[in-house]
C-alpha cells in the first residue's frame, strides 16, 4: 500500500491534535512521541504534527508562517455535502478559521479551513456524476 506523511510545524502539539480529532482523524500511537504527534485519516494519509524545533532539526532554512505567506494546502474529499460542512463548523468550533466563502462550482462544492497555526485544507464534496456530464458534453 501506498501512503503519504504529512508534516506540519505546530506550537501547541496537544491542542493541534485536539482540532484535528475534531476533523475527524484519529491518534496514531505507533508515530507519535513527545515532539510529535501522528493522527491518521484512513488507511493512506497521515498528518505527522510536530513541535517547530522538530520540524526544523537538521535544517537551517526558516519555517514559512502560513499566516503571512502562501504555504502548501491540502485537499480532503468527503462523501456528502452535509459531511463537508459538519467538518468544517467542527473545525472552526475548535478554534480553526474559514477564511474565504464556499465554493459552489455546481458540480463540486469547496469550503476551505485553516487549522490552530494557519495550515489550509480545502475540505471538498465532488458529485462525480455531474462532473462526468459536464466534462463529457464539452
Known amino acids: 500500500m501506498k501512503q503519504i506523511f504529512i508534516n506540519l510545524p ?7 491534535q485536539a482540532f484535528y480529532r475534531e476533523l475527524g482523524f484519529s491518534d496514531y500511537e505507533l508515530f507519535s512521541g513527545d515532539n510529535q504527534k501522528c493522527m491518521k485519516w484512513g488507511d493512506a494519509v497521515y498528518v505527522m504534527l510536530q513541535s517547530f524545533t522538530f520540524f526544523n532539526s537538521g535544517n537551517n532554512k526558516t519555517i514559512a508562517n502560513p499566516k503571512n505567506s502562501r504555504t502548501a494546502s491540502f485537499t480532503l474529499p468527503v462523501d456528502s455535502v452535509e459531511l463537508l460542512n459538519h467538518m468544517v463548523e467542527k ?7 474559514e477564511p474565504t466563502p464556499i465554493r459552489d462550482e455546481g458540480f463540486m462544492k469547496v469550503r476551505t479551513l485553516e487549522d490552530l497555526d494557519d495550515h489550509s485544507w480545502s475540505i471538498i464534496h465532488l458529485n462525480m456524476e455531474k462532473f462526468l456530464d459536464i466534462k463529457n458534453n464539452k
Open 10 to 16: 505546530v506550537k501547541e502539539l496537544q491542542a493541534s
Open 91 to 97: 473545525g472552526i468550533h475548535a478554534g480553526g478559521n
